[in-house]
């Protein structure tokens, strides 16, 4: 059939009934004399059977003459081709698919081929009948487009396809070859379009149901070898309606278009799908089908389960790349190709928030291979390093394959970008640069994005919802809390008699064991994790370039304009990615080579508040480098390597001193979580000299005293906090009843404060020993007297107010071991263990006249000298005891009664008389100065009026001060 002859409509479309040009194709191809046949043009069906059909005899007798031993077997071919080209038109025929014979036309030529028969005339023959049974395949195809009212029009695409995937007995080339044969003809007759159409769409309808991977996989062999054998085909692949169907969420969209339904072979479990008249469906759990047994349980050999799977797998994304890659290779044709892995990306987003519906989103599985193809896309200039060929502004431009307006940003705000946005100013400007830059003039419209700054941004986005939620997944199904969630449904349930679901939570159970190993064979495939710390690695690099950071000035005060408006999701998720490995799979960040990459950005950020405006997400990075460091069974070699060498990380000490005061402001879990891993990071630090150097240079900052002061007060608010709700725990053991189930959040708070109340005690104690000149300026040094005699009164009174032992012992509250690094910590800060006495601090112990009482200090000396404990510590501690009493007796001899003291030359908050009176200027109270310095070190406001407050601000007062002088030396004369 040929364009431009009386079979073409209008439209483009082909009329099957119209008739065609004399029977040229199957002359050419068969070599047969058409000579006498008639030169009327007559109708499809009529060239069929009023032609073909009576001149089979002539072509097997013409067959037969060229070799009388395989004369058989070739007149067989041969009378199969003319047939099946008799079949397809014939309207009295048996409506059967015509290309089962085409097929087995095709699989036995080919085998004839193979064969090496001896004669070249049945070599010719085999190869003729290949090109006519590709030839009258386009035909039949065509056909299936007019099939009979209540005929399935797709029955000859169907059944191509279903021939195509499955392995034939003359090799998987064959189902390739007979591909192309049919590409060529369609092409010869420039019926690319109509031909293949329907095929596309029977492809989806066929692929989607596939539980098998390899199964998809054979198919997208079929795809790949359509975009392979024509560059016509390409264009209709992506032009076709299933290639990006108008759909209004993701999960629709995977399962309906061509690249989704390949993108889906999984073993995780898939989300149930809606189905009518049913008020719960099954989630689907393809990890059965490998790795479980038929009576349950799984499989003995379970790392060749796990191997078969990932080796499936990774043939199946191998395949996947090349089609796309292929479709890729026009500029005509990427956009196309990139708006449909895009709107996969952004309709999944409803997997990043908690209670999205699941059969609207895309699947762990399916965006895990999403993940992987864009991984390999983008791993030549991952591996290339070529940083400069991604454009970070990007997502600020008009083409900007995502929107950000709902987004939240690194540091810029929305306004900002929307002002940058409207006045067209170049990118190299900084948010400080902002408010004072020219507009330039119009400039020409900006060029199309290149294609590595899309794929980039298409990782970072499938990094989003792929790959963290699945990290997340992967916890919740491994968690000892989600078993027991599964249980008390069930019993709930079944309470109900609520049938249905008992059945669904029954098979959630029976698949626990599978699902497991499902994770473990994808999402903690060794490969994946190596590509994508490769592109993190990437990732890492790029940002250090983009914001000038170098080992002169690796901390950043203003943040260039283009990495300002990322989305902080990009950091967030790095901190999600490498949590989870530092975790599960340390081994694969000890061996990558982007790890001093990821590990310097990390402490850049750290150290840069002008690069992360989230509080939240600084301590993120905190935790994660914790991890890195802090775990003996995970320390990362990296990690050495940058804090003893690496200029960033020595500076590292005051950013985290920073941290722990900014983080003060926080919600109560948050700040217990920050402040928990920031101490961890410190512990790990200080145990290195050159770091250490670091947090000892910095010792007379406000910042240190801050600190410092904040350890003192978290100390005794957490082990307070710890003792109340353990009381309530006990209460609640005891039979007081729960009636506003408040028990499991006193257990979460307790657990929570015991751990961070010890680990913070150990900070003091390691701090205390090398740098104890702070803690003896008059800001700190009553502060610290006071909560240490505090605790320590109570550790002594442990069990007096009612708490069990056994109790305190399963939530790791010590009192032995807390008393004992108290007392560490008070010969430390008095100079005992070096033999200088430090008479402010000792004298600071003596004057607390609420908590310090002469008969726990002779306990506590005691209990050192029968207790375990460093072997110094009982001599320190009593000699510290008797230079208290000593400092006390002092003191009382030279006591003032408080009737006898003005008050005005008093304290209101210490009620002590002023050494150094000033003003605060929003509430006038006078104040001693080391009073309210003390008070800034943990609130930055007025006490009496909680206005802003600095130290800056306050006014001295001379006047008062020399009255109190005057006061005080008449009083001694009268003395």
Same mark, same amino acid.
């Given at each position: 059939?040929?364009?431009?002859?009386?079979?073409?409509?209008?439209?483009?479309?082909?009329?099957?009934?119209?008739?065609?040009?004399?029977?040229?194709?199957?002359?050419?191809?068969?070599?047969?004399? *058409?000579?006498?046949?008639? /030169?009327?043009?007559?109708?499809?069906?009529?060239?069929?059977?009023?032609?073909?059909?009576?001149? !089979?005899?002539?072509?097997?007798?013409?067959?037969?003459?060229?070799?009388?031993?395989?004369?058989?077997?070739?007149?067989?071919?041969?009378?199969?081709?003319?047939?099946?080209?008799?079949?397809?038109?014939?309207?009295?025929?048996?409506?059967? =698919?015509?290309?089962?014979?085409?097929?087995?036309?095709?699989?036995?030529?080919?085998?004839?081929?193979?064969?090496?028969?001896?004669?070249?005339?049945?070599?010719?023959?085999?190869?003729?009948? !290949?090109?006519?049974?590709?030839?009258?395949?386009?035909?039949?195809?065509?056909?299936?487009?007019?099939?009979?009212?209540?005929?399935?029009?797709?029955?000859?695409?169907?059944?191509? %396809?279903?021939?195509?995937?499955?392995? /034939?007995?003359?090799?998987?080339?064959?189902?390739?070859? %007979?591909?192309?044969?049919?590409?060529?003809?369609?092409?010869?007759?420039?019926?690319?379009?109509?031909?293949?159409?329907?095929?596309?769409?029977?492809?989806?309808?066929?692929?989607?149901?596939?539980?098998?991977?390899?199964?998809?996989?054979?198919?997208?062999?079929?795809?790949?070898?359509?975009?392979?054998?024509?560059?016509?085909?390409?264009?209709?692949?992506?032009?076709?309606?299933?290639?990006?169907?108008?759909?209004?969420?993701?999960?629709?969209?995977?399962?309906?278009?061509?690249?989704?339904?390949?993108?889906?072979?999984?073993?995780?479990?898939?989300?149930?799908?809606?189905?009518?008249?049913?008020?719960?469906?099954?989630?689907?759990?393809?990890?059965?089908?490998?790795?479980?047994?038929?009576?349950?349980?799984?499989?003995?050999?379970?790392?060749?389960?796990?191997?078969?799977?990932?080796?499936?797998?990774?043939?199946?994304?191998?395949?996947?790349?090349?089609?796309?890659?292929?479709?890729?290779?026009?500029?005509?044709?990427?956009?196309?190709?990139?708006?449909?892995?895009?709107? !996969?990306?952004?309709?999944?987003?409803?997997?990043?928030?908690?209670?999205? @519906?699941?059969?609207?989103?895309?699947?762990?599985?399916?965006?895990?291979?999403?993940?992987?193809?864009?991984?390999?896309?983008?791993?030549?200039?991952?591996?290339?390093?070529?940083?400069?060929?991604?454009?970070?502004?990007?997502?600020?431009?008009?083409?900007? &394959?995502?929107?950000? $307006?709902?987004?939240?940003?690194?540091?810029?705000?929305?306004?900002?970008?929307?002002?940058?946005?409207?006045?067209?100013?170049?990118?190299?400007?900084?948010?400080?640069?902002?408010?004072?830059?020219?507009?330039?003039?119009?400039?020409?419209?900006?060029?199309?994005?290149?294609?590595?700054?899309?794929?980039?941004?298409? #990782?970072?986005?499938? !990094?989003?919802?792929?790959?963290?939620?699945?990290?997340?997944?992967?916890?919740?199904?491994?968690?000892?809390?989600?078993?027991?969630?599964?249980?008390?449904?069930?019993?709930?349930?079944?309470?109900?008699?609520?049938?249905?679901?008992?059945?669904?939570?029954?098979?959630?159970?029976?698949? +626990?064991?599978?699902?497991? +190993?499902?994770?473990?064979?994808?999402?903690?495939?060794?490969?994946?994790?190596?590509?994508?710390?490769?592109?993190?690695?990437?990732?890492?690099?790029?940002?250090?370039?983009?914001?000038?950071?170098?080992?002169?000035?690796?901390?950043?005060?203003?943040?260039?304009?283009?990495?300002?408006?990322?989305?902080?999701?990009?950091?967030?998720?790095?901190?999600?990615?490498?949590?989870?490995?530092?975790?599960?799979?340390?081994?694969?960040?000890?061996?990558?080579?982007?790890?001093?990459?990821?590990?310097?950005?990390?402490?850049?950020?750290?150290?840069?508040?002008?690069?992360?405006?989230? &509080?939240?997400?600084?301590?993120?990075?905190?935790?994660?480098?914790?991890?890195?460091?802090?775990?003996?069974?995970?320390?990362?070699?990296?990690?050495?390597? &940058?804090?003893?060498?690496?200029?960033?990380?020595?500076?590292?000490?005051?950013?985290?001193?920073?941290?722990?005061?900014?983080?003060?402001?926080?919600?109560?879990?948050?700040?217990?979580?920050?402040?928990?891993?920031?101490?961890?990071?410190?512990?790990?630090?200080?145990?290195?000299? $050159?770091?250490?150097? $670091?947090?000892?240079?910095?010792?007379?900052?406000?910042?240190?005293?801050?600190?410092?002061?904040?350890?003192?007060?978290?100390?005794?608010?957490?082990?307070?906090?710890?003792?109340?709700?353990?009381?309530?725990?006990?209460?609640?053991?005891?039979?007081?009843?729960?009636?506003?189930?408040?028990?499991?959040?006193?257990?979460?708070?307790?657990?929570?404060?015991?751990?961070?109340?010890?680990?913070?005690?150990?900070?003091?104690?390691?701090?205390?020993?090398?740098?104890?000149? =702070?803690?003896?300026?008059?800001?700190?040094?009553?502060?610290?007297?006071?909560?240490?005699?505090?605790?320590?009164?109570?550790?002594?009174?442990?069990?007096?107010?009612?708490?069990?032992?056994?109790?305190?012992?399963?939530?790791?509250?010590?009192?032995?071991?807390?008393?004992?690094?108290?007392?560490?910590?008070?010969?430390?800060?008095?100079?005992?263990?070096?033999?200088?006495?430090?008479?402010?601090?000792?004298?600071?112990?003596?004057?607390?006249?609420?908590?310090?009482?002469? @008969?726990?200090?002779?306990?506590?000396?005691?209990?050192?000298?029968?207790?375990?404990?460093?072997?110094?510590?009982?001599?320190?501690?009593?000699?510290?005891?008797?230079?208290?009493? #000593?400092?006390?007796?002092?003191?009382?001899?030279?006591?003032?009664?408080?009737?006898?003291?003005?008050?005005?030359?008093?304290?209101?908050?210490?009620?002590?008389?002023?050494?150094?009176?000033? @003003?605060?200027?929003?509430?006038?109270?006078?104040?001693?100065?080391?009073?309210?310095?003390?008070?800034?070190?943990?609130?930055?406001?007025?006490? *009496?009026?909680?206005?802003?407050?600095?130290?800056?601000?306050?006014?001295?007062?001379?006047?008062?001060?020399?009255?109190?002088?005057?006061?005080?030396?008449?009083?001694?004369?009268?003395?």
């Amino acid at each position: 059939v040929y364009p431009g002859s009386s079979s073409e409509c209008g439209d483009g479309t082909l009329d099957m009934a119209a008739p065609v040009a004399a029977p040229d194709v199957l002359a050419a191809v068969l070599g047969i004399d *058409f000579s006498d046949a008639p /030169r009327v043009p007559l109708p499809v069906q009529g060239f069929a059977a009023g032609f073909v059909r009576p001149r !089979m005899p002539a072509f097997a007798a013409r067959v037969a003459a060229l070799d009388p031993t395989n004369a058989a077997a070739c007149e067989d071919l041969v009378r199969d081709v003319l047939w099946a080209c008799w079949e397809i038109g014939n309207p009295a025929a048996p409506r059967g =698919p015509a290309m089962a014979h085409l097929c087995a036309i095709f699989e036995a030529a080919a085998e004839l081929q193979q064969a090496r028969i001896a004669r070249d005339a049945f070599r010719t023959l085999c190869a003729a009948a !290949m090109r006519a049974a590709g030839e009258i395949s386009n035909l039949a195809l065509l056909s299936a487009l007019h099939a009979e009212p209540g005929a399935d029009p797709l029955t000859e695409h169907t059944y191509l %396809l279903h021939w195509c995937a499955q392995t /034939r007995r003359a090799g998987p080339s064959v189902a390739s070859e %007979l591909l192309r044969a049919v590409v060529d003809a369609a092409a010869r007759n420039e019926t690319v379009t109509e031909t293949f159409d329907p095929l596309l769409a029977a492809f989806v309808a066929v692929t989607a149901p596939l539980s098998r991977i390899e199964a998809v996989t054979a198919h997208a062999c079929t795809l790949l070898t359509l975009a392979n054998a024509h560059d016509a085909l390409c264009l209709t692949i992506i032009q076709h309606p299933r290639w990006h169907p108008a759909v209004p969420d993701a999960g629709s969209l995977i399962r309906g278009s061509l690249l989704g339904v390949l993108l889906r072979p999984t073993t995780l479990p898939r989300p149930p799908q809606p189905r009518p008249r049913e008020r719960l469906a099954p989630e689907e759990y393809p990890s059965a089908e490998y790795f479980g047994m038929p009576g349950g349980g799984v499989v003995s050999d379970i790392a060749s389960a796990i191997s078969t799977v990932q080796t499936a797998i990774g043939n199946n994304r191998n395949v996947v790349f090349e089609l796309v890659r292929k479709l890729l290779g026009a500029a005509a044709r990427r956009e196309a190709v990139v708006r449909l892995l895009a709107d !996969m990306l952004r309709l999944s987003i409803g997997r990043t928030r908690m209670m999205a @519906e699941r059969a609207t989103q895309g699947d762990d599985g399916t965006l895990l291979n999403l993940l992987a193809l864009l991984l390999r896309l983008c791993d030549p200039f991952v591996q290339a390093r070529q940083l400069d060929k991604v454009d970070l502004a990007h997502l600020l431009g008009p083409g900007s &394959i995502f929107d950000i $307006s709902q987004e939240s940003l690194l540091v810029a705000t929305q306004d900002q970008v929307a002002a940058y946005q409207a006045a067209g100013l170049p990118p190299g400007l900084t948010l400080t640069d902002l408010p004072h830059a020219a507009h330039p003039a119009p400039a020409a419209a900006p060029a199309a994005p290149n294609f590595i700054t899309q794929a980039f941004f298409l #990782t970072l986005y499938a !990094m989003r919802v792929g790959l963290v939620p699945c990290t997340r997944t992967f916890l919740e199904w491994a968690s000892d809390k989600r078993q027991d969630m599964i249980q008390s449904a069930l019993q709930g349930a079944t309470r109900a008699q609520d049938y249905s679901a008992v059945a669904l939570i029954q098979a959630m159970i029976e698949q +626990l064991p599978t699902v497991g +190993l499902a994770f473990r064979a994808e999402l903690l495939d060794q490969d994946l994790s190596e590509s994508v710390l490769r592109f993190y690695g990437f990732v890492a690099e790029l940002l250090l370039q983009r914001v000038g950071c170098t080992s002169a000035q690796p901390f950043i005060s203003s943040a260039p304009l283009p990495y300002a408006a990322l989305p902080d999701f990009i950091l967030e998720d790095l901190t999600v990615v490498m949590t989870h490995f530092l975790r599960v799979t340390p081994d694969v960040i000890n061996r990558s080579a982007a790890t001093p990459s990821l590990l310097r950005l990390i402490v850049v950020l750290m150290g840069s508040p002008a690069l992360i405006g989230n &509080i939240y997400l600084r301590a993120k990075l905190v935790e994660v480098m914790s991890l890195v460091v802090a775990h003996p069974g995970h320390a990362v070699p990296a990690a050495a390597l &940058i804090f003893q060498a690496d200029p960033v990380a020595l500076r590292l000490g005051p950013t985290l001193l920073d941290l722990y005061v900014a983080v003060e402001d926080t919600d109560f879990y948050s700040r217990l979580n920050m402040r928990h891993s920031i101490q961890s990071l410190i512990k790990a630090l200080w145990e290195t000299p $050159s770091s250490r150097q $670091s947090f000892v240079a910095c010792v007379g900052s406000e910042t240190f005293m801050r600190f410092a002061m904040l350890i003192i007060n978290d100390i005794t608010y957490l082990l307070d906090e710890a003792r109340s709700n353990l009381l309530k725990i006990q209460n609640y053991q005891h039979g007081v009843p729960d009636t506003e189930n408040e028990r499991p959040t006193c257990e979460r708070i307790a657990r929570a404060c015991v751990e961070l109340a010890n680990q913070t005690v150990v900070t003091l104690v390691f701090v205390s020993r090398d740098v104890a000149a =702070p803690f003896l300026r008059p800001e700190l040094s009553g502060r610290l007297a006071s909560m240490l005699n505090c605790n320590m009164a109570a550790m002594l009174a442990s069990g007096a107010d009612g708490l069990e032992a056994t109790l305190a012992q399963d939530y790791a509250l010590q009192p032995g071991t807390l008393l004992q690094q108290m007392a560490t910590v008070m010969a430390n800060v008095a100079g005992i263990p070096t033999g200088t006495p430090a008479s402010p601090f000792i004298e600071a112990i003596a004057r607390d006249p609420r908590f310090y009482k002469p @008969e726990n200090m002779a306990r506590i000396v005691e209990i050192l000298r029968h207790g375990p404990c460093p072997v110094d510590l009982p001599r320190q501690f009593a000699e510290l005891y008797r230079l208290v009493e #000593t400092a006390r007796a002092a003191l009382q001899d030279n006591d003032i009664p408080d009737e006898e003291v003005p008050e005005d030359f008093t304290d209101p908050i210490t009620c002590e008389i002023m050494e150094d009176p000033v @003003e605060l200027p929003s509430s006038h109270k006078i104040v001693d100065r080391g009073t309210i310095s003390a008070h800034l070190l943990s609130s930055p406001m007025d006490p *009496f009026n909680r206005q802003p407050l600095s130290m800056a601000d306050v006014i001295p007062r001379p006047d008062i001060l020399a009255q109190i002088t005057d006061w005080l030396a008449a009083r001694r004369q009268r003395a």
